[in-house]
């Protein structure tokens, strides 16, 4: 468990706050899924703390339910809502103030695959999906698919097609 619950650890260098937060979102998720009734009642202990860390001490809605991948950076670990239905792929960054989650209700929402880069205060909603390795400016508003290694910037987003040198 212990390799597990360390996987963000080297992609937030320096960043006490974004390697607190996700080992205790990896250990709350790791003990709440298992199969052990004792391991799945620590989680519950573990959820209450993780909550109180996240949600008051650090401004971050990341429920333990949201599948996300390994090697999550968070360069500014405040201000993000994520959707407990939103699945986030392996290699992905996401800045402070980004929400990624439901348009209509709370079960259309995104994927985000992996290696994609999202900016600061951009906004991820429906069910739509952001392919590998794309972009996301900062402020952006996305509503529709980007495809991988694609750029996404403005509100609503424009997308530009995939980096010649990248595709
Ligand atoms: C979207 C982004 C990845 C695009 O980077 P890029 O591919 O290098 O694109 P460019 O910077 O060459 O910009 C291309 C065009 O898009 C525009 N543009 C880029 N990002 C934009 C944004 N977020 N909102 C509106 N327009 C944007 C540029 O003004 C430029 O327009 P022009 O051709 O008319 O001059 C980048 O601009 C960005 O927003 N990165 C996120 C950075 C961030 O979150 N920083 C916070 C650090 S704490």
Redesign the pocket.
């Known amino acids: 468990m212990s390799d597990g619950v360390l996987v963000d650890w080297s992609v937030n260098p320096r960043n006490s706050r974004a390697r607190l937060l996700l080992l205790a979102y990896r250990t709350t998720r790791t003990l709440r899924l298992s199969r052990r009734p004792a391991a799945r009642m620590l989680g519950r202990l573990s959820d209450g703390l993780y909550r109180v860390l996240s949600l008051w001490v650090l401004g971050v809605e990341m429920p333990w339910m949201t599948e996300i991948g390994p090697r999550l950076s968070l ?2 670990p405040h201000g993000i809502v994520l959707n407990a239905h939103a699945r986030i792929g392996a290699d992905v960054m996401i ?2 103030g980004v929400t990624i989650g439901g348009r209509r209700g709370a079960f259309d929402c995104p994927i985000v695959e992996a290696r994609v ?1 999202i ?2 205060g951009a906004s991820l909603v429906g069910d739509i999906t952001i392919g590998r390795g794309a ?6 508003v996305v509503l529709k698919n980007v495809p991988p290694m694609a ?4 509100n609503p987003a424009v997308v ?1 097609a995939a ?1 010649p040198e990248a595709a």
Do not use: K, L, N
């Not at 972009?135 to 952006?140: L, T």
């Not at 750029?151 to 403005?154: K, L, M, P, R």
């Open positions: 360069p500014h800045r402070h880069d900016g600061a972009r996301i400016g900062v402020g952006a750029s996404a910037y403005g530009v980096r």
